[in-house]
């Protein structure tokens, strides 16, 4: 079974949600589009996510280092079975900090959502960025 068109505007709304949500803010808002039994990384050594509290926790501490101005996906993949959708995708973050120049993070995302019968809720998260040591074409820095 495939991802119907409609499951996938579905998934494409959820991520545009979380896009949103950082832009203004909204815990309620990314408590809502998050699994209880959510999973995930971010791209800090300490950003291990295990449970909803500790994703909200995560999503406090960012939102109170920095604005974030925007947040989009691109290049997105996106496959499933109607049960579970899974999604690849090139994503950037531009931020301010303290009032200061904009910056823009460009790193790669993955996300795994389950259909809970009315909605779909992401239950695992992972946001890296690419390692600035490694040349293009190679596999292992130092190459």
Do not use: C
């Amino acid at each position: 079974m495939t991802i119907t068109k409609a499951q996938e505007a579905e998934i494409i709304a959820t991520m545009e949600q979380y896009a949103l949500a950082y832009r203004k803010k909204d815990i309620q808002a990314f408590s809502a589009i998050f699994s209880p039994e959510i999973s995930g990384f971010g791209s800090g050594a300490d950003e291990v996510i295990r449970d909803h509290a500790g994703l909200l926790r995560q999503i406090r501490r960012d939102m109170s280092q920095a604005d974030v101005h925007a947040v989009e996906f691109s290049d997105r993949q996106i496959f499933g079975d109607g049960r579970v959708a899974w999604v690849t995708s090139k994503s950037t973050m531009t931020f301010s900090i303290g009032g200061s120049a904009k910056h823009t993070l460009f790193g790669r995302s993955t996300m795994v959502l389950k259909n809970t019968g009315s909605r779909l809720v992401i239950v695992q998260l992972h946001f890296s960025l690419p390692f600035g040591g490694q040349s293009t074409g190679q596999s292992f820095p130092g190459a």
